[in-house]
Protein backbone atom coordinates (compact mmCIF):
# COMPACT_ATOMS: atom_id res chain seq x y z
CA UNK A 1 0.00 0.00 0.00
CA UNK A 2 2.86 2.41 0.45
CA UNK A 3 3.88 2.55 -3.09
CA UNK A 4 0.27 3.34 -4.28
CA UNK A 5 0.40 6.90 -2.03
CA UNK A 6 3.88 7.41 -2.51
CA UNK A 7 2.70 7.28 -6.77
CA UNK A 8 -0.43 9.52 -6.24
CA UNK A 9 2.16 11.92 -4.12
CA UNK A 10 3.79 12.36 -7.15
CA UNK A 11 1.22 12.48 -9.65
CA UNK A 12 -0.17 15.02 -7.10
CA UNK A 13 3.62 16.84 -7.46
CA UNK A 14 3.85 16.82 -11.03
CA UNK A 15 0.49 18.24 -11.46
CA UNK A 16 1.08 21.14 -9.25
CA UNK A 17 4.12 21.92 -11.92
CA UNK A 18 4.45 24.29 -14.53
CA UNK A 19 5.10 23.57 -18.25
CA UNK A 20 8.06 24.67 -18.24
CA UNK A 21 9.00 23.32 -14.70
CA UNK A 22 7.86 20.14 -16.71
CA UNK A 23 10.35 20.44 -18.96
CA UNK A 24 12.96 21.37 -16.84
CA UNK A 25 12.34 18.13 -14.83
CA UNK A 26 12.30 15.81 -17.86
CA UNK A 27 15.57 17.17 -19.09
CA UNK A 28 17.09 16.28 -15.07
CA UNK A 29 15.41 13.28 -14.91
CA UNK A 30 16.92 11.87 -18.82
CA UNK A 31 20.61 12.75 -17.42
CA UNK A 32 20.07 11.07 -13.83
CA UNK A 33 19.41 8.27 -15.71
CA UNK A 34 21.28 8.23 -18.35
CA UNK A 35 24.38 8.46 -15.67
CA UNK A 36 22.70 5.45 -13.21
CA UNK A 37 22.45 3.27 -16.27
CA UNK A 38 26.41 4.08 -17.39
CA UNK A 39 27.44 3.16 -14.06
CA UNK A 40 25.51 0.56 -13.77
CA UNK A 41 27.02 -1.03 -17.01
CA UNK A 42 30.04 -0.56 -15.33
CA UNK A 43 29.68 -1.43 -11.98
CA UNK A 44 26.58 -2.81 -11.02
CA UNK A 45 24.01 -0.60 -8.72
CA UNK A 46 23.08 -2.03 -5.68
CA UNK A 47 19.83 -1.37 -6.39
CA UNK A 48 18.84 -1.75 -10.15
CA UNK A 49 15.06 -1.66 -9.56
CA UNK A 50 16.20 1.85 -9.12
CA UNK A 51 16.65 2.47 -12.76
CA UNK A 52 13.10 0.54 -13.42
CA UNK A 53 11.97 3.63 -11.36
CA UNK A 54 14.14 6.82 -13.13
CA UNK A 55 12.81 5.22 -16.15
CA UNK A 56 9.26 5.30 -15.28
CA UNK A 57 9.09 9.11 -13.62
CA UNK A 58 10.42 10.39 -17.02
CA UNK A 59 7.21 8.46 -18.38
CA UNK A 60 5.05 10.11 -16.19
CA UNK A 61 6.02 13.48 -16.67
CA UNK A 62 6.61 13.07 -20.44
CA UNK A 63 3.19 11.96 -20.32
CA UNK A 64 1.66 15.15 -18.02
CA UNK A 65 3.21 17.25 -20.70
CA UNK A 66 1.86 15.36 -23.65
CA UNK A 67 -1.73 15.78 -21.90
CA UNK A 68 -1.44 19.50 -21.24
CA UNK A 69 0.21 20.49 -24.97
CA UNK A 70 -2.70 18.35 -26.27
CA UNK A 71 -5.31 20.74 -23.29
CA UNK A 72 -3.88 23.76 -24.90
CA UNK A 73 -4.23 22.80 -28.67
CA UNK A 74 -8.08 22.13 -27.80
CA UNK A 75 -8.70 25.00 -26.21
Known amino acids: MAKTSKNKTQKEDIKDLTVQELHDRV ?3 QLKYKKA ?3 HAVSPLDNPVA ?3 M ?6 VKT ?3 VRTKAEKTK
Open 27 to 29: QES
Open 37 to 39: RFN
Open 51 to 53: LRE
Open 55 to 60: RRDVAR
Open 64 to 66: ELT
